[in-house]
């Protein structure tokens, strides 16, 4: 779930769960860490007519909650997908707003399939509420005017779609979402076009299920860190989306961390309680197995330098070294080198370094590469390879410098910025490159 702050990821699916938990039997609805697994019937059910489960020849859908605090965009890593598939949330009113434009290029360049969920059909002046209804039973109750508002509103959102490059139409008239993107009308607060947003997500899984998608559910597990948190007890544990094959609780696992892959053993894997059975003591309880498309809490020594977005794999039946190297790759991989001269950054975490990447290009700042990590030596070597000796600096997001890094940046030249707010960081660079020019005048 993607999109503009408050424009309602979190309303949707609590809406999505809230008529879940309604419509399924007791237990029916799974609750994992950082997501929410809905049963084929389920989904049928709250669909009504618009799915047929015996059409579908999936297990259901779960809903990743990505953590809201900080920018969690990294969806799509090179041995698998964290999402197969998003939902780019929009205010009908609102329209598209940065974070949409950030959300898009994301998913562009990630190449995951989506579709837009056109949120809060209700606050369209005159709209008659017709609760948890499909669409066109919801448009059916809409007068004229009020009709025509919803089309030009949804209208708008083509629009914008179309200057970033997707062609969109309302959903009912995609016949190939692959190649457009079906727009859903919904609200989250009244739940129209909730049964719709679930049928084009069934439909959408089936097919890519069915082209692209490869899982082998027994084979050692990969997955990708949601959070790294702090739980009594356990100490830092990880809360992790596993996408492909299972974890034991006996299995090694490589973990990327700030300062490259961690080796640890698996002490315990957990799965929260239901709310019924929850005692002082334990909100978890102990799994010796989890199998792909869950999420799970791993708890292990070692963990407090993990990162979130950084890939978890298990070592079991392989060479330690070949898994080792796989992390090492999957971490690489999100180091971006743009071929420019420009700043050197540094970031703690993924989505981090994401978000810091897209402020420099707003704020029109050349950037040479970008990496998670501490700040290292070997960084400020690369900071030193532009041309102009004045300009060069390196921008640390939220990590630490390391001893070595200090003194050569300061033997070299090299302006080292730290930060743990991103806006800070570009103006202090703003304010140390007015500074070069008020004094080369
Ligand atoms: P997020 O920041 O994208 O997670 O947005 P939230 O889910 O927190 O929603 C932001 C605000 O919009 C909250 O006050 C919600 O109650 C409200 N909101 C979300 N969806 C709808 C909707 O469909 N209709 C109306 N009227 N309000 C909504």
Known sequence: MLGHVDHGKTSLLDKIRGSTVIEGEAGAITQHIGATAVPLDVVGEVAGSLVDPTEFDLPGLLFIDTPGHHSFTTLRSRGGALADIAILVVDVNDGFQPQTEEAIKILADSETPFVVAANKVDTIPGWQVTEDAPIQQTLEAQSDRVEQQFNEKLYEIIGELSDAGFTSDFYWRVQDFRSNVGVVPVSAMTGEGIPDLLAVLMGLAQRYMKEDMEIDVTGPGAGTVLEVKEERGFGTTLDVILYDGTVRADDT????????????????????????????????????????????????????DAIAGAPVRVVRNRDLDDVIADVQAELAEVAVDTGEEGVVVKADTLGSLEAMANALDEAEIPMMRAEVGDIAPRDVAMATTVEEEEYRAILGFNVDVLGDAADRAEQDDVEVFESDVIYQLVEEYEGFVEEIERRQK
């Open 253 to 304: 696992v490589v973990v990327g961390g700030v300062n490259g892959p961690i080796v640890t053993d698996v002490r315990a894997l957990l799965k929260p309680r239901p709310l019924a059975e929850i005692r002082t003591e334990s909100r978890f309880e102990k799994v010796d197995e989890i199998a792909a498309a869950a999420g799970v809490k791993i708890a292990a020594p070692d963990l407090d």
